[in-house]
C-alpha cells in the first residue's frame, strides 16, 4: 500500500509561522517610527504656511498691525481661523485636529517664528 505524503506536517507550519512573527516584530517598530517622523515633518510644513500666510496678511494691513509688528502680541491659530487669515486646510493636521500654537514677530531679527505654547499675548 503507498501512502500519499502531500501537505505540510505540524513542524513546518509552525516553523513558517514563527518566522513570520519574528519579520512582523522587527518591521512594526520601523513602520511606527517612520510615520512619526512623517507626522512630525508635515506639521512643521504647515506651521510654515501659517507663517506665511500669517507674514502676507500683516504686510497688507502694516498700519492696523503696529503692536504685532512691534512684538508686542501674536496671533493664535484659533484667532487666525477666526479671522480667516489662514486657510482652514493650513490649520489643521492629518487627523483633523488644529494646529495649536501662535505667530509672532521678532523686531529685532526682523523674522517671523511658531511657537507652542505661546509666551506672547493675543493680538485682539
Do not use: W
Request: proline content about 2%; glycine content about 4%; charged content about 20%.
Amino acid at each position: 500500500m503507498k501512502l500519499n505524503n502531500k501537505g505540510f506536517t505540524l513542524v513546518e507550519l509552525l516553523g513558517v509561522i514563527i518566522i513570520l512573527i519574528t519579520i512582523l516584530l522587527i518591521a512594526i517598530p520601523s513602520i511606527t517610527s517612520t510615520i512619526s517622523r512623517n507626522k512630525d515633518q508635515e506639521i512643521e510644513a504647515k506651521q510654515e504656511l501659517i507663517i506665511t500666510e500669517t507674514k502676507l496678511y500683516v504686510e497688507s494691513h502694516q498700519r492696523l498691525e503696529e503692536n504685532f509688528l512691534n512684538g508686542y502680541c501674536s496671533y493664535t491659530t484659533e484667532k487666525l481661523q477666526d479671522l480667516s487669515i489662514v486657510s482652514e486646510d493650513n490649520l489643521l493636521d492629518s487627523d483633523g485636529n488644529l494646529i495649536v500654537g501662535c505667530v509672532y514677530y521678532d523686531p529685532t531679527q526682523r523674522t517671523y517664528h511658531f511657537a507652542n505654547p505661546c509666551t506672547i499675548t493675543s493680538c485682539t
